[in-house]
């Protein structure tokens, strides 16, 4: 018997269980994977030291913050230098600098002089009215189309590799959504929430970009210690669960082959979409459905090192390509140049991503043919002379990042009722609250209040 079992061993179960743990429930992890921490890895080789999940999270809320205070003795946060500020977009092969003000945007060439002036009129148009309005429509309508293609989408690459005409505002980038629909505007919205008073952890929130020292797995070694390592059972296999009364069955294979059962009074989910039907058969198939279809994002990183660069100047956090360039890759983290000890000294670490919403078929590519677009890819967009990187790793990730499109507002419905129905079910997980690194730990604290 445990008080709470927590389904997925990634950053948002890892983050819930420390909270619990803190307040002395009786818990178990359950993870799939052969090791904690799902897609955060990092490895060291040869010099360099890469992350083969997310590079790097944002400190957009105090849960952040709270969290690296409790792990302080394990882990040491690492904030980006200043070349994070600088953020680069591909126009016509030459990458330009990604406006950061409003002067910056008058004057910057991504844009046309049509919407240049529709920037300056911002502030004067009036709300939308559709509560389902994709991202393009919205950013069109109140700023234009070249600031669509050429800030905008190549943003919603970066984040989600997505389609900002499928995403819907509200549910993708609620803040952004907000903005408009409290203040009327965004650069209005902004303005004033700027002079809005503060709570002392509130002016905490930098929106630094942030890594630890070694890589992202030490956050995950942390996490581990402060939970128990006992409390925490990888490589198991058949995973189901089943209500009994006011408990429920969790049934499993262990790593040698044996049946587990167990009973807990509540089940934190936090895996995927695409993995609920299997572990809950009980659930209405109809309802859980609504659940299970959100479409994930594929998408390939590679991982490129070089013990001496000699392209381009690397001064910032990263380019993005925007769709409409018609390039194979989606753009490139300029690692290196934002932590240290990334890379050798004169080296260079880059993770360069493939594929997404609208272009999945190339990871249906070779290891092969990946390379090949590669070195066409970096050579003319890095002005390199010769492809000859020290370290190269291609990682596929097959359920890379959910799409918060318009069924959005079905799957959140059908996700309540199906707590309601079973109480002491919970779900959470990146189906909801967000695809980040803070939105996870953020979640993971909801997650425990809702427990204790």
């Given at each position: 018997?445990?008080?709470?079992?927590?389904?997925?061993?990634?950053?948002?179960?890892?983050?819930?269980?420390?909270?619990?743990?803190?307040?002395?429930?009786?818990?178990?992890?359950?993870?799939?994977?052969?090791?904690?921490?799902?897609?955060?890895?990092?490895?060291?080789?040869?010099?360099?030291?890469?992350?083969?999940?997310?590079?790097?999270?944002?400190?957009?809320?105090?849960?952040?913050?709270?969290?690296?205070?409790?792990?302080?003795?394990?882990?040491?946060?690492?904030?980006?230098?200043?070349?994070?500020?600088?953020?680069?977009?591909?126009?016509?092969?030459?990458?330009?600098?990604?406006?950061?003000?409003?002067?910056?945007?008058?004057?910057?060439?991504?844009?046309?002089?049509?919407?240049?002036?529709?920037?300056?009129?911002?502030?004067?148009?009036?709300?939308?009215?559709?509560?389902?309005?994709?991202?393009?429509?919205?950013?069109?309508?109140?700023?234009?189309?070249?600031?669509?293609?050429?800030?905008?989408?190549?943003?919603?690459?970066?984040?989600?590799?997505?389609?900002?005409?499928?995403?819907?505002?509200?549910?993708?980038?609620?803040?952004?959504?907000?903005?408009?629909?409290?203040?009327?505007?965004?650069?209005?919205?902004?303005?004033?929430?700027?002079?809005?008073?503060?709570?002392?952890?509130?002016?905490?929130?930098?929106?630094?970009?942030?890594?630890?020292?070694?890589?992202?797995?030490?956050?995950?070694?942390?996490?581990?210690?402060?939970?128990?390592?006992?409390?925490?059972?990888?490589?198991?296999?058949?995973?189901?669960?089943?209500?009994?009364?006011?408990?429920?069955?969790?049934?499993?294979?262990?790593?040698?082959?044996?049946?587990?059962?167990?009973?807990?009074?509540?089940?934190?989910?936090?895996?995927?979409?695409?993995?609920?039907?299997?572990?809950?058969?009980?659930?209405?198939?109809?309802?859980?459905?609504?659940?299970?279809?959100?479409y994930y994002a594929r998408v390939i990183e590679i991982v490129l090192g070089f013990n001496h660069w000699e392209g381009i100047k690397l001064d910032g956090f990263g380019g993005l390509v925007p769709f409409r360039e018609k390039r194979d890759i989606l753009g490139a983290l300029f690692m290196s140049s934002l932590f240290e000890d990334r890379a050798p000294k004169d080296g260079a670490l880059f993770s360069i991503f493939m594929g997404g919403v609208r272009r999945a078929e190339l990871c249906d590519l070779s290891d092969n043919q990946v390379k090949t677009i590669l070195k066409k890819e970096i050579c003319s967009t890095m002005k390199l002379k010769e492809f000859n990187p020290d370290l190269i790793k291609i990682i596929r990730h097959p359920w890379a990042i959910p799409?918060?499109?318009?069924?959005?507002?079905?799957?959140?419905?059908?996700?309540?009722?199906?707590?309601?129905?079973?109480?002491?079910?919970?779900?959470?997980?990146?189906?909801?609250?967000?695809?980040?690194?803070?939105?996870?730990?953020?979640?993971?604290?909801?997650?425990?209040?809702?427990?204790?």
């Amino acid at each position: 018997m445990k008080d709470v079992v927590i389904l997925g061993a990634g950053l948002t179960g890892l983050t819930t269980a420390h909270h619990l743990k803190k307040k002395g429930v009786d818990l178990c992890l359950l993870e799939k994977g052969s090791r904690a921490g799902g897609v955060i890895h990092s490895v060291t080789e040869n010099g360099f030291t890469w992350e083969e999940g997310p590079n790097s999270g944002v400190i957009s809320n105090v849960e952040v913050l709270r969290l690296f205070e409790d792990l302080k003795n394990d882990c040491e946060l690492e904030i980006a230098n200043e070349n994070v500020k600088r953020r680069y977009i591909l126009k016509g092969g030459n990458w330009q600098p990604l406006p950061s003000g409003l002067k910056s945007a008058v004057t910057t060439p991504l844009f046309t002089l049509k919407d240049k002036f529709r920037i300056l009129g911002e502030p004067f148009r009036s709300p939308g009215k559709n509560p389902n309005e994709t991202l393009a429509e919205l950013v069109k309508r109140r700023l234009g189309k070249s600031f669509l293609d050429y800030a905008i989408d190549p943003f919603i690459l970066g984040v989600y590799s997505g389609d900002p005409n499928r995403l819907v505002t509200r549910f993708a980038l609620p803040k952004l959504y907000n903005l408009e629909q409290k203040y009327g505007s965004f650069i209005r919205g902004t303005i004033k929430k700027g002079s809005e008073p503060k709570t002392e952890d509130e002016k905490k929130v930098t929106r630094g970009v942030f890594s630890t020292k070694g890589g992202l797995s030490s956050l995950i070694n942390a996490l581990k210690n402060k939970i128990g390592e006992e409390n925490i059972l990888t490589g198991i296999s058949s995973l189901t669960v089943k209500p009994i009364g006011s408990h429920f069955l969790v049934s499993y294979i262990d790593t040698v082959g044996n049946p587990v059962e167990m009973e807990t009074k509540k089940v934190i989910s936090t895996i995927g979409a695409h993995q609920l039907d299997q572990i809950l058969p009980f659930a209405d198939a109809a309802q859980l459905a609504k659940i299970t279809n959100l479409y994930y994002a594929r998408v390939i990183e590679i991982v490129l090192g070089f013990n001496h660069w000699e392209g381009i100047k690397l001064d910032g956090f990263g380019g993005l390509v925007p769709f409409r360039e018609k390039r194979d890759i989606l753009g490139a983290l300029f690692m290196s140049s934002l932590f240290e000890d990334r890379a050798p000294k004169d080296g260079a670490l880059f993770s360069i991503f493939m594929g997404g919403v609208r272009r999945a078929e190339l990871c249906d590519l070779s290891d092969n043919q990946v390379k090949t677009i590669l070195k066409k890819e970096i050579c003319s967009t890095m002005k390199l002379k010769e492809f000859n990187p020290d370290l190269i790793k291609i990682i596929r990730h097959p359920w890379a990042i959910p799409q918060y499109e318009e069924d959005t507002e079905y799957r959140l419905k059908a996700v309540t009722e199906l707590e309601e129905k079973y109480p002491g079910l919970i779900i959470g997980g990146n189906l909801r609250n967000g695809i980040g690194m803070a939105d996870r730990i953020h979640q993971a604290s909801m997650l425990a209040e809702a427990v204790i």
